[in-house]
């Protein structure tokens, strides 16, 4: 069941990727839609959701998609509202195309986001691949995330503007392991629901 979230005059639909980003102070303002790691599974449960709340008659007025992100830019903990998303793993350059850009697809290879909010705008890569090491000189945006350009598609593919909200949780060393990541998802998710607090007092 999606549940949208009243945000003073707009009714959001918040997406997260995993369960342990999803901490208490998040929990006490919102249920999201869990969609699972990756841009595959992002794509697939945003896209089923927005099918089943357009034809319920309940498309939301905007969507929020928050949780953690990689940077080698942006200092650990903060805490960046998304100006543009770009897809990593896509690289049809073997047949004259830029990499990032789908074919015969009429998108940009940078998605635009909405930016509604007093925060740091940050670009951001999602894609299949945790990012860590050397593989950080494969990435020109400021951050990396695995389901941002996922949800962004399907956002735009049924006219719903999306907010990104990512905070820094890694980056941009190599990763020992599951338990780096975890270190600072406890403080993000009080971060993030400060500007999730920003965003109720935007709309209310």
Same mark, same amino acid.
């Given at each position: 069941m999606v549940e949208l979230t009243q945000l003073g005059a707009k009714r959001a639909l918040f997406v997260m990727a995993a369960e342990p980003e999803y901490g208490p102070h998040l929990r006490a303002r919102f249920m999201p839609l869990i969609t699972g790691i990756g841009p595959v599974e992002a794509a697939l449960h945003a896209g089923i959701a927005? %099918? *089943?709340l357009e034809a319920a008659g309940s498309l939301p007025d905007l969507i929020v998609c928050l949780g953690s992100a990689g940077s080698r830019r942006c200092a650990l903990g903060s805490i960046h509202q998304i100006g543009s998303v770009s897809w990593r793993d896509m690289d049809a350059s073997a047949l004259g195309v830029e990499p990032g850009v789908v074919p015969y697809l009429d998108e940009p290879k940078? =998605? #635009? !986001?909405?930016? #509604? !909010?007093?925060? #740091?705008?940050?670009?951001? +890569? +999602?894609?299949g691949d945790v990012v860590s090491g050397d593989h950080w000189d494969r990435v020109s945006a400021d951050m990396v995330d695995m389901e941002t350009y996922a949800v962004a598609r399907a956002a735009r593919t049924f006219g719903v503007p999306l /907010?990104?909200? *990512?905070? /820094? +949780?890694?980056? #941009?060393g190599?990763?020992?392991? %599951?338990?780096?990541?975890?270190?600072? =998802?406890?403080?993000l998710d009080g971060e993030l629901a400060k500007a999730v607090d920003l965003l109720a007092a935007l709309y209310g």
């Open positions: 927005l %099918a *089943r940078d =998605l #635009p !986001l909405d930016t #509604p !909010l007093d925060l #740091p705008i940050a670009t951001l +890569s +999602s894609g /907010v990104g909200l *990512r905070g /820094v +949780s890694d980056g #941009p190599e990763l020992a392991g %599951a338990h780096d990541w975890h270190k600072l =998802l406890g403080y």
